[in-house]
DNA sequence: GTTCCGCATGAATCGATAG
DNA sequence: ACTATCGATTCATGCGGAA
């Protein structure tokens, strides 16, 4: 069977619509944060936060499957000596618009942004809102539980010496993390706390999320063939990894270079190239890159 | 100077009446989570835990110093397949009140319950609330400093002979410099996640948190002869560990045994045991444990 | 070919300065 | 007064060049 891979330039709240009902399995993305990333998106201002994203969730809402699962990342930011509280109105509102609010895992970064502060610690962790439609939902707990075990060894094994004792560095808590708890253990049942480092020096540009992340909730949400939505690309790990792992991926971006970037990369791992014309606009017609 | 440790036996909302204005430096507590066991703390409707706690937060908010810090260890039930939302509920109700939600702290379990389900893992994390009544507040950061990764050790090793010979030679040269700067860095700050075990099977009584927890933010809110109290004292971790620390202490708890029980765990550290009459309530004196 | 080190770089936050 | 911008602070990570 064909996977396919469609990338589309625009607004999300307009391009959503174009989407069918009950159409996508799983959507994983990571939004803009309030008044981050000016530069390249405009910065939303905390207070209308909420009300910039709500038309976007509902077109979410409908365009997932009943079955299918909303992985939202995001944390809020700090003003004037508080953490901003438009995460948690978020998700009263989109409660309101009747998604479920099943689970926060976590997302405790390794290697987190520096700085001190006379009144605050640095920033490791991040939430992963997990939403969904209806309390019954596809869920694979086995397809991470076997990688779990692989997932710990082969960083085990990958980290190798130095990372070994990079974990056993106090940092980051006052207790070291015993890794040697894992070694013998040739299965472990996941928790919804997830340790993972970020990519801050890819090559050309730099993702927001670790590969790793898209990576563990594409397998535990999805099968293959199932069709994976990203409406804020960014520089696509979402799709380049549903891609890699034989997932139908669907990206929307407002800016223009993503895109382009996003195509390049995906280009090389495609083994059959259509070009085909998508029906929903005549004027601009989007590329879609079809892998075989 | 003596420490003392004054543990109350009453409702918290009450209690704290009897309390002054800003004569307290911390509040750490873990209250009773909404949940059905109807058999201990009377077993809070998640719909009105709210309303439970906010009369209790307000005095909370009295009773603190102006630079004290309120620690509160929380996380929402799972109902109906979904998250609680009383929790960030509690949050912006708090918020009206005059509290500022300085930080969210992560405290990652390391040996969490046990179970499996078919649509959620375990849950590994909780929430440590911050809230302050200023945004100048005391934090004695230097405190809770840990041992820095052995990456740094290493490297400073293996470079000391050669580079602190350049560092003498080239006196005022940017790279000798930069290393003096990495000489002095053995430890780090740590960050907002927190990692540490859950102390399964403690002698009689089942603690929330392990010591760890209060230990860690008592070094870093306070210090010697400031005064922490937790107004749902429970198995009295958070006590017996300021005690320690030779911090003042009290507890309120609404259940008799745990008193007793804390009462117990103080004495034999004490050295000297006096008991006074408190003046707030003649029918029923309460005791009061003084330690030199 | 390894291993080792220098360097750039983050979805950060505060406080001071400038308009 | 109130907002916008800037410098200082800090540390895990990967890459490229050196030993």
Redesign the pocket.
């Known amino acids: 069977m064909q996977i396919t891979a469609e990338i589309y330039h625009g607004d999300s709240k307009e391009k959503l619509k174009l989407l069918p009902n009950d159409s996508v399995d799983l959507i994983m993305t990571?939004?803009?944060?309030a008044d981050?990333?000016?530069n390249t998106y405009g910065g939303i201002h905390p207070d209308e936060y909420v009300k910039w994203f709500l038309p976007i969730s509902e077109q979410l809402l409908r365009v997932l499957n009943p079955a299918g699962t909303f992985v939202l990342?995001?944390?809020e930011?700090?003003?004037?000596?508080e953490?901003s509280t438009y995460v948690m109105e978020l998700i009263l509102e989109m409660r309101k618009q009747g998604w479920l609010w099943t689970e926060e895992f976590i997302w405790h970064k390794?290697?987190?942004?520096?700085?001190?502060?006379?009144?605050?610690f640095?920033?490791a962790w991040e939430r992963l809102l997990q939403f969904n439609k209806n309390r019954k939902f596809n869920m694979y707990q086995e397809e991470v539980m076997v990688p779990m075990g692989e997932w710990a060894n082969s960083r085990l094994k990958n980290l190798s010496e130095?990372?070994k004792i990079?974990d056993n560095?106090k940092?980051?808590s006052r207790f070291g993390k015993n890794i040697s708890n894992w070694i013998n253990r040739d299965k472990a049942y996941p928790t919804n706390v997830l340790h993972l480092?970020?990519?801050?020096?890819?090559?050309n540009h730099?993702?927001?999320?670790p590969e790793g992340l898209p990576e563990w909730f594409i397998k535990l949400f999805t099968k293959e063939n199932d069709t994976i939505l990203d409406p804020?690309m960014?520089s696509g790990t979402t799709l380049i990894v549903a891609n890699r792992m034989r997932r139908n991926a669907m990206g929307i971006d407002i800016i223009s270079d993503y895109c382009q970037i996003v195509r390049k990369q995906l280009k090389p791992i495609e083994s059959n190239l259509l070009e085909q014309k998508v029906g929903y606009e005549r004027t601009e017609p989007e590329r879609s890159i079809t892998i075989c």
């Open positions: 990571s939004p803009p944060y981050q990333r000016k990342n995001i944390k930011k700090v003003i004037e000596g953490r390794k290697n987190c942004y520096p700085g001190k502060w006379p009144n605050r640095r920033d130095t990372d990079r560095s940092v980051g480092a970020t990519e801050c020096n890819n090559r730099s993702a927001v999320f804020f960014g």
